[in-house]
Nanobody, 122 residues
Framework: VQLQASGGGLVQAGVSPRLSCAVS????????MGWFRQAPGKEREFLATISRSGGSTYYADFVKGRFTISRDNAKNTVYLQMNNLQPEDTAVYYC????????????????WGQGTLVTVSS
């Protein structure tokens, strides 16, 4: 399976961009999906997961109410809507896929996209 993330770039603080991750190679609805990020000098951290149907989502506490994960199984794409970005949100954002239920641990995901860099300027 291949994952291609997009939507990153240089943005100003306060904007609300949406990241996309297109999945190909297998039936998308077989995969639980997750979003993670890694800031410079820091470990990769969990952001959000979504179930195969899209009916269940789970968020890290620090993004609840600010980030929203969604998916469109007809378009083989998972999204991460991010609101009111701040400089501390600067990171490479990764989407990940695993067959079966979604999980919050990065170790549970065997399939990763290349990441998309989001840089937030103040």
């Amino acid at each position: 399976v291949q994952l291609q993330a997009s939507g990153g770039g240089l943005v100003q603080a306060g904007v609300s961009p949406r990241l996309s991750c297109a999945v190909s190679g297998r039936t998308f609805s077989d995969f639980g999906m997750g979003w993670f990020r890694q800031a410079p000098g820091k470990e990769r951290e969990f952001l959000a997961t979504i179930s195969r149907s899209g009916g269940s989502t789970y968020y890290a506490d620090f993004v609840k109410g600010r980030f929203t994960i969604s998916r469109d199984n007809a378009k083989n794409t998972v999204y991460l809507q991010m609101n009111n970005l701040q400089p501390e949100d600067t990171a490479v954002y990764y989407c990940a896929a695993r067959l079966g239920p979604s999980r919050a641990s990065a170790y549970e995901y065997p399939c990763w996209g290349q990441g998309t860099l989001v840089t937030v300027s103040s």
